[in-house]
């Protein structure tokens, strides 16, 4: 794994936790990582976070729409 790949789950798994993005940019760039590194893995982290909801938000719309289409009228 590369740097960026490596903040970019560090990353993911403390916004889970709670930190905010504010936090661990701090945090992060205080230990020495480079902000525009920290600024990239924030912005992967924000980008799969999207991506996963909504990817869940399309598979309910066509559970939804499968139902329907299969209720009786």
Do not use: N
């Not at 945090?27 to 020495?32: A, D, F, R």
């Not at 990239?40 to 990817?55: F, K, N, S, V």
């Amino acid at each position: 794994m590369d740097q960026k790949s490596i903040l970019t789950h560090y990353v993911r798994t403390y916004l889970k936790k709670g930190y905010s993005k504010e936090a661990l940019k701090a945090y992060l760039v205080k230990q020495k990582y480079d902000p525009r590194l920290v600024d990239d893995a924030l912005h992967d982290a924000e980008l799969h976070r999207t991506l996963r909801i909504t990817a869940a938000v399309l598979v309910l719309a066509i559970v939804t729409i499968g139902v329907i289409l299969l209720l009786p009228e």
